[in-house]
């Protein structure tokens, strides 16, 4: 199965492009651009100064944001679809707050708000994107507990989605309790490294299988990440992009997942 993402400006776009790649599970809800400025720009209680976010604990509250474009996506096309979200620990090293622990209670009721709209409207898939994971050490484990706590809010399968080198974080994935955890490994061979199957137990990995540097990989260099990773993990995977290709030429993207949808039709079925 593949998971997409491609670089657009509209929901209407995304349905069509993805469709026309040939992608399995439809992505709805990663606009291109800065994913927590969409979040925090629609959010009562957080505004904008000069070029910074600032979180009022005291006047946050809930708003529709990707769950809207979702509901008309839903209507539009029969292929599952996948939701996202920014994470937490993602969203507040971003947005600046004067009580970090009160911020971060808040924003996951929210978080856990736009999510459970998302699985009324019909989402199969949503996905928790955490690229600051990777990034600090340790990871406080009230971010692990916000994150498990948004995970288990809705009944359909949650995706954990984590950026780049993950040396630093791959020891608290059994910590993480979502359904998938997708990698990078495209653009991170070297995360192959740093993973055991026990890490997964119970769940299932999404590989990173064309990165989002400009050139184009072939059927065949897909093969040779999705053969580690079926070694690695077993038959039991999906694939996806490391990342999204905000910042891709379009039809550079187009040609990688083409590439990827052919190739998991001759490795995966």
């Known amino acids: 199965m593949t998971l997409g993402s491609l670089p657009v400006e509209s929901w209407e776009e995304a349905l069509s492009l ?21 979040y925090a720009s629609k959010l009562p209680g957080i505004r904008r100064i000069g070029d910074r976010f600032y979180l009022n604990t005291d006047a946050l509250s809930y708003a529709p944001v990707c769950s809207k ?9 029969d292929n599952p679809l996948k939701a996202i979200i920014p994470g937490p620990a993602t969203f507040l090293s971003v947005v600046r707050c004067d009580n970090l622990k009160v911020a971060l209670m808040k924003l996951s009721d929210v978080l856990i708000e736009e ?47 984590v950026c780049g080198d993950i040396s630093s974080f791959a020891h608290y994935i059994p910590q993480i309790e979502v359904d998938m ?28 299988s064309v990165s989002t540097k400009p050139r184009v ?23 996806s992009s490391d990342c999204g290709f905000a910042k891709t030429p379009r039809d550079v993207v187009i040609s990688k997942m083409e590439n990827m949808v052919r190739a998991s039709k001759v490795i995966l079925f």
């Open 217 to 239: 990989e072939n059927k065949e260099m897909i093969k040779g990440v999705v053969d580690r990773a079926l070694d690695l993990f077993g038959s039991e995977i999906m694939l």
């Open 69 to 77: 474009c979702l509901s008309r996506m839903k209507k539009a096309v």
């Open 115 to 161: 999510v459970e709209a998302m699985e009324r409207i019909g989402a199969d898939f949503i996905q928790i994107n955490e690229p600051m994971l990777s990034r600090i050490y340790p990871v406080p484990r009230p971010f692990i507990h916000a994150i498990n706590k948004i995970a288990h809010s809705v009944r359909v399968p949650t995706i954990l989605h």
């Open 18 to 38: 993805q469709k026309m790649v040939g992608i399995d599970i439809i992505t709805c809800g990663l606009p291109c651009g800065g994913f927590v400025d969409v």
């Open 181 to 208: 955890v997708s990698l990078e490994f495209a653009g991170f061979p070297k995360n192959f490294d740093f993973l055991t199957k026990d890490l997964f137990e119970g769940k299932k990995v999404v590989v990173g």
